[in-house]
């Protein structure tokens, strides 16, 4: 069988054989010359196979069988008549297969999947289209064809497409699919759209001025001359619509526009034309910012005007007021705003992606974000452990650094089988041991916390523990829970949870108890129950998940129970109820009592008369970060007015309510207008930096970053020091780009922009003075490049084939056919070769280290023979005792019979008399010589040795 090696120039190292042999040569080892000549060749022996073991040999054998992946372009271009054909196709193909073949299938879009596993007998009942349809990814479709191949057959890959790759790179992988000896056949599907306009591009202004007039340029392509009608949308509303004439091929169309009101706007484009055939490219999309007045987001619960947002808006700041279902999810909707304020919105109305996109805003886009306190505010507004905190001037966990009765928590959980269903990548159930474990985060080393599985054995999974002694235990307990089965048991659960409170030392007793609005069992009896807990002191708090025909009977129970009812349909937003919950319970949420704010003399709240502020009336208690600036604290020092810089943007905290409630008399003052637009001034984000320009360009699935510094002074070569940049996804990812020089004053980067929707590019420039500058750029992929192409490419299609040694549009019959080239099949021999050297070390040491002589070998052999013997013996059934006497009797007969004349008869087996050995005579022993010493001995044995050397020699 022939061999090959991974990594032929290890096999230099057999250069080494001669010194072995020059050291086995001149060895002073006493070993006799067989065993030395035995010992020489073992050691070459190993030192070969260690060698050929690094230079990973392998054994080659040759074989005809064949594996080959169909790979078939599911993408959206694609026609559901061409996956049909392309099934056909592959069954005709596989009717030729052998026995030792091997056949699969796999599908791509944007990403690839196996759908059929490599089989001698694939399932080919249908081939589905991708699950990512709205990209076309060649080049990853091969690469996963070839990580998917067995290495001991040949490969093949049949390529179904119309070549419209618009993401990846096809023909590196075509190359990679060639070094490795893989063809690549294709079969082109065909595509020609006859009767088509689309919108190519739309190119909008970074930035304009109120009222100044300016263009969007628009690309629009079509295969005919035909009339069209485009629609200007401002923020999803139509603005203007305009007649347009197209020709065949591109036209470039402008539409003038303009703005009176300072802000950031998204236009989009429509297209009507009159033929057409994919309504899904008839759209574009671009970002306008125009400068002037401020723009300022205010959310508030009610989504009514408030009097801290009316002083506000008449000091020349545009306040839109919005309730929490108008607030923005992306941070590029948010850049329409200079600054946003959160005014008494509880954190699980706004959501997590609100919050998410608040926090990438400010960080990143230099947007300020501003909260104003209320009963849902801050820490009664659940927001402790969530982006916002994270943003914001002031942390939410008080009961660390105040004094606070100690609360007792018992969670009555739903665990049945619902609490399963996956929500956002994640099960129920892990959402609602999160939000318990926050919970837990949340309270104090004297609280207690004690959680109970509401099914049909309405066990304790945690139970009445003291948060500080057994915290970690807790949160493990939490993180082992899961759901069982049936429904929830609410009265079980209830009685369950009541008799954890009776072993609760602690000072105020709160129960929480969640449960599914269409699955609640055992209700009889619950409603009187959490009465009788009221009036034990036992609030009972009750979080409904999803609509049902439970729910009026969940708001029944926690009006008997004097707590709170929550409605949610996201199992996300549980970790906000339940910390608002605990911080209710505890009653670390505010503070409602008369008192003067003390001002500390920061400037920004400076130049207001604060001797003659009238008092508030209360306001959340909240702790100052490290960091932030303090302009106003309470009479227990505690912050009522703070700002700080989150990133590139500010964050502002004022921590009373702004209504006539805390605030009935500020209201009333003066200063109250000045005050207002100061809270919301000092978070605006700054003006575009001039001396820095950020441009964004996508394509082909590919997105280009270019930034030019405008203002960089001569002979400075800083701008790769001082500048940074990141990529704001779609779906809010922040993703860090690497920029490189590639002019005197020019910076680019390139990212992937697989998605389509709107991608910005923040760069922050910090400039030789130490401020630092932000530029932002926008491009927006307004539907799937699938739609784009008009014609199949079959140029890329054929590249691929030529690239591989390919076919192009081969039959059904070649593919599997018996014209087969044989192919080169190694299996590893390295690790083999390791277990011998392995098995053989230890008698190369044996050899080396233990003296055979020759002369002991009779004694050798008869040592064994007798263990052998003995081994023999030992199985042998012995005989019996008569048989054995018999056959002595037998043996004296024969004795007597043989016996010479007067020899006297050996004595019997009785005699008692031992045998008379002889003594050596006196003389003898006079006689032998003396025993000479050691050093003689090793004298003569060296002497003798070199005799024996010279006479071989």
């Known amino acids: 069988m022939p061999v090959e090696f991974a990594r032929p120039w290890m096999l230099l190292l057999l ?34 196979l260690i060698v050929f073991a690094l230079a990973g040999v392998r054994w080659v054998r040759t074989t005809t069988a064949q594996a080959v992946f169909f790979v078939v372009d599911g993408s959206a271009s694609v026609e559901p008549q061409q996956r049909e054909t392309a099934l056909q196709f592959i069954r005709e193909a596989v009717r030729h297969i052998r026995e030792d073949d091997l056949a699969g299938v796999i599908v791509f879009g944007s990403d690839p999947q196996v759908i059929t596993p490599l089989s001698p007998r694939p399932d080919l009942s249908r081939i589905p289209a991708s699950s990512s349809p709205e990209m076309t990814d060649i080049g990853r479709a091969i690469s996963l064809a070839l990580a998917a191949f067995p290495e001991n057959a040949g490969k093949q ?12 790179d096809a023909v590196a992988q075509a190359l990679q699919a060639a070094s490795r000896g893989v063809k690549v056949h294709v079969v082109p599907f065909p595509r020609e759209v006859r009767t088509e306009a689309l919108v190519e591009r739309v190119q909008t202004p970074m930035l304009v001025k109120e009222g100044e007039p300016f263009d969007l340029r628009l690309w629009i392509q079509s295969t005919h001359a035909q009339s069209a009608e485009l629609t200007l949308l401002r923020d999803g509303q139509p603005v203007k619509t305009q007649a347009v004439a197209l020709k065949p091929g591109k036209n470039l169309v402008r539409l003038t526009h303009r703005e009176d009101t300072a802000g950031q706007y998204r236009y989009q484009v429509s297209l009507l034309a009159s033929t057409d055939t994919y309504p899904q490219n008839n759209r574009g999309a671009g970002y306008v910012r125009v400068q002037g007045t401020p723009r300022v987001l205010y959310v508030t619960g009610s989504g009514k005007p408030t009097p801290l947002s009316t002083a506000a808006q008449s000091q020349r700041i545009r306040v839109e007021v919005v309730n929490p279902q ?24 706004l959501g997590i992606p609100a919050m998410r996109a608040l926090q990438t805003a400010t960080r990143e886009l230099g947007v300020g974000l501003g909260m104003v306190g209320g009963e849902d505010s801050f820490g009664a507004g659940g927001y402790f452990e969530t982006p916002v905190e994270e943003t914001l001037p002031v942390s939410m966990d008080v009961r660390k650094y105040h004094s606070f009765p100690s609360v007792g928590i018992v969670l009555v959980v739903d665990d049945s089988g619902s609490m399963a269903m996956p929500e956002g990548g994640t099960t129920k159930m892990e959402l609602a041991n999160r939000a318990a474990a926050t919970v837990v985060r949340f309270l104090t080393a004297q609280d207690e916390v004690g959680v109970i599985a509401a099914g049909s054995d309405c066990r304790a999974v945690v139970p009445m523990w003291r948060v500080g002694e057994k915290k970690e235990e807790i949160l493990r307990s939490l993180a082992a829970f899961q759901p069982g089965g049936g429904g929830i048991y609410v009265r079980p659960g209830m009685e369950a949870g009541a008799k954890l409170m009776q072993l609760s030392r602690a000072k105020m007793k709160h129960m929480i108890v969640l449960a599914d609005g269409a699955d609640c069992d055992d209700q009889e009896g619950a409603i009187p129950l959490a009465a009788k807990l009221r009036r034990a002191g036992i609030t009972v708090t009750v979080v409904c998940f999803g609509h049902g025909k439970d729910e009026a009977f969940l708001q029944q129970l926690a009006k008997a129970g004097g707590g709170r009812y929550y409605f949610t349909d996201r199992m996300a937003n549980l970790p906000q109820i339940f910390t608002k919950e605990a911080m209710i319970a505890s009653k670390a949420q505010y503070v409602e009592e008369p008192f003067y704010v003390r001002y500390t003399g920061d400037e920004i709240v400076s130049g207001l008369n604060w001797e003659s502020s009238p008092p508030l009336l209360g306001y959340n208690t ?18 009522v007015f703070a700002v700080w810089q989150y990133g590139v943007g500010r964050s502002m905290a004022f921590t009373s309510d702004g209504r006539a409630k ?23 984000r700054s003006l575009p930096a001039e001396d820095v320009r950020t441009q964004v360009n996508i394509s082909g699935g590919k997105g280009y970053v270019s930034v030019d510094l405008l203002r960089q002074p001569a002979n400075e070569d800083t701008g790769s020091r001082s500048l940074t940049a990141k990529l704001i996804s779609p779906t809010g990812q922040v993703i860090p780009l690497v920029l490189s020089q590639t002019g005197a004053t020019r910076y680019e980067a390139a990212f992937d922009a697989r998605g389509y929707g709107t991608y910005v590019v923040a760069v922050q420039y910090r400039r030789p003075n130490g401020t630092t500058a932000v530029s932002t750029g926008t491009d927006t992929v307004a539907y799937s490049p699938e739609y784009r192409d008009l014609k199949s490419n079959r140029a890329l299609l054929e590249q691929i084939a030529r690239l591989t040694g390919g076919r192009q549009q081969p039959s059904p019959q070649d593919i599997f056919g018996a014209q087969r080239a044989p192919v080169r099949v190694p299996s590893e021999a390295s690790v083999p070769l390791l277990f011998v050297v392995l098995f053989l070390l230890p008698v190369d040491v044996a050899l080396r280290r233990i003296v055979w002589q020759t002369e002991a070998l009779p004694e050798w052999q008869q040592a064994w023979a007798r263990a052998l013997a003995h081994l023999h013996l030992r199985h042998r059934v012995t005989a019996s005792a008569s048989a054995t006497s018999r056959l002595l009797q037998r043996k004296e007969r024969l004795r007597e019979k043989y016996a010479p004349t007067g020899t006297t008869p050996p004595p019997s087996a009785s005699t008692s008399e031992e045998p008379v050995m002889p003594t050596e005579p006196t003389s003898a022993r006079s006689a032998a010589p003396q025993p000479s010493t050691s050093k003689e001995q090793i004298g003569r044995l060296l002497d003798a040795k070199k005799r024996a050397r010279k006479r071989e020699d």
């Open 15 to 48: 250069a080494m054989l001669p010194a072995f042999w020059w050291v086995h040569r001149h060895s002073l080892a006493a070993l006799p010359r067989w065993q030395k000549q035995a010992s020489l060749w073992l050691r070459l022996l190993l030192v070969t």
């Open 157 to 168: 890959i049949v390529l179904f497409s119309d070549g419209n790759a618009n993401a990846g």
């Open 326 to 349: 108008g607030m923005k999810t992306q941070p590029a909707q948010l850049q329409a705003y200079d600054a946003v304020v959160l005014h008494n919105v509880p954190a699980y109305e």
């Open 622 to 639: 909240t702790t100052a970060k490290p960091g932030a600036q303090v302009g106003l604290l309470s009479h227990k020092d505690d912050p």
């Open 662 to 684: 805390w605030c009935a008399q500020w209201v009333k003052w003066a200063d109250f207008p000045a005050f207002a637009a100061r809270t919301m001034r000092t978070i605006l």
